[in-house]
């Protein structure tokens, strides 16, 4: 027979094991929970950032919009224009066929083009849009 003093040794051995198992699974829970208050958190805060959003100022190479001669460089090469996020814009709309439209404004922007060869600038200016306000709305789809 096993001795008493085994018995109440494996007794207490196995109460511990019961209680640490049942603080680690509290534990855990709080962590758990934790977790998963601070990724409701942020998702708000996405939610929130993301409807406060309108059009966000973009860097854009303008050479591409310029006619400019193949000896011709462009000063300044880059510029800030708003723009909207087409999937920010959208992005709480449940509706299919919606897109962002945004409202623009026409902006006229001066640049430099200087000639490399002939060592000789000309002042160019150019009409660009920029996004003032982002909408999702429907898009009409023909007959």
Not at 36 to 64: D, Y
Not at 82 to 92: G, I, L, P, S, T
Not at 110 to 125: E, G, N, P
Request: proline fraction near 5%.
């Amino acid at each position: 027979m096993v001795s008493l003093k085994v018995q109440k040794s494996a007794a207490c051995a196995w109460f511990a094991m019961v209680l640490l198992t049942v603080a680690a699974s509290a534990t855990h829970a709080r962590h758990h929970f934790h977790r998963q208050k601070k990724l409701v958190e942020h998702n708000a805060r996405q939610v929130m950032r993301l409807k406060e959003r309108g059009p966000q100022p973009r860097v854009v190479g303008v050479a591409p919009a310029l006619q400019l001669k193949s000896s011709e460089m462009v000063e300044p090469w880059l510029t800030v224009l708003h723009r909207c996020d087409e999937v920010a814009c959208c992005a709480f709309s449940q509706m299919p066929g919606q897109r962002c439209l945004p409202k623009q404004e026409r902006v006229t922007l001066y640049f430099r083009a200087i000639d490399i060869a002939s060592k000789t600038w000309r002042i160019i200016q150019h009409e660009f849009f920029n996004h003032t306000e982002c909408a999702c709305r429907a898009v009409e789809h023909g007959p």
